[in-house]
């Protein structure tokens, strides 16, 4: 199974469970096994806006919006809350 970014640059990727990076995830490589630096992820961040990874819409966060947890809240790029129908905590609740 091939692997692709997420940020829609289009790049095939891979992991490696002996690459992780300091907060315990897998770093995504490349398939020739370097870091992938990926440009879309880094224009998302400069616009801090990225796609929502259940419905890909575009959505943004704001360091001024969190919850209890002190987790950021996603948002719709107009700022109200990011109320994904296709999340997996709202499928339990139907």
């Given at each position: ?74 948002l ?19």
């Amino acid at each position: 199974m091939t692997l692709f970014c997420k940020y829609g640059c289009q790049t095939a990727i891979k992991f490696d469970n002996s690459r992780i990076s300091t907060n315990g995830k897998k770093i995504p490589l490349n398939i020739d096994g370097t870091p992938h630096d990926c440009t879309s992820k880094r224009l998302a961040y400069n616009r801090r806006t990225i796609a929502c990874k259940y419905c890909t819409q575009q959505i943004t966060f704001d360091e001024k919006v969190k919850a209890d947890s002190g987790k950021m809240i996603p948002l719709n790029p107009d700022g109200a809350y990011h109320n994904c129908a296709k999340a997996p905590f709202h499928l339990s609740k139907s």
